[in-house]
């Protein structure tokens, strides 16, 4: 049998499909997603998100980010994304779903204001999580949210579990 790469030329069309293109990429793949889709469509998300008036709960954790340096911010989101055991992965990993959407899109916000390490100036997304951003792009904005959710749910560690 033959191994095929998938096809990252061609767009999923449903939560399912989009959830599992964006779980496949690498780690730095999935934060430039995440950063790009909350900076283009981050606007109408997070006054959906139900969780968003929570954002306090978070709060003490976007604090440590900010008060690291950009190399360890980096880190720290790395490690959300790869579940590695730290204090700031277990202090995410016990916030509700809809907070770690909303954390998501306030880091997207440190980001872009220059708090947290921005995406470098000359960054161009590769073709596999620039075919996921277009397939969550393509999606109706309830589809959106949910990929958006399926994809920050599970980073992090749950210390109670």
């Known amino acids: 049998m033959v191994y ?3 096809a990252y030329n ?3 069309i449903d939560v399912p499909s989009t959830t599992a293109l964006f779980k496949s990429l690498n ?3 999935q934060l430039a997603v995440l950063w790009f889709a909350y900076t283009e469509m981050g606007r109408s998300i997070t006054p959906a998100a139900p969780g968003a008036a929570r954002l306090q709960f978070a ?3 976007l604090t440590s980010i900010k008060a ?3 190399e360890e911010q980096l880190q720290a989101m790395r490690d959300l994304v790869r579940k590695v055991n730290t204090p700031i992965t277990r202090a995410y990993g016990i916030l509700s779903v809809n907070t770690k959407l909303a954390f998501w899109y306030q880091l997207a916000e440190l980001m872009n204001e ?3 390490v921005p995406v470098p100036a000359n960054y161009k997304m590769t073709p596999a999580a620039n075919a ?3 397939s969550i792009e393509k999606l109706d904005f309830s589809q959106q949210i949910t990929v958006l959710r399926n994809a920050v749910i599970d ?3 749950d210390p109670l579990a």
């Open 4 to 6: 095929t790469a998938p």
């Open 10 to 12: 061609t767009l999923a």
């Open 27 to 29: 780690t730095d793949d």
């Open 59 to 61: 709060e003490g954790l």
């Open 68 to 70: 690291m340096s950009h």
């Open 114 to 116: 220059g708090a947290v």
């Open 132 to 134: 996921v951003l277009n």
């Open 155 to 157: 980073m992090g560690v």
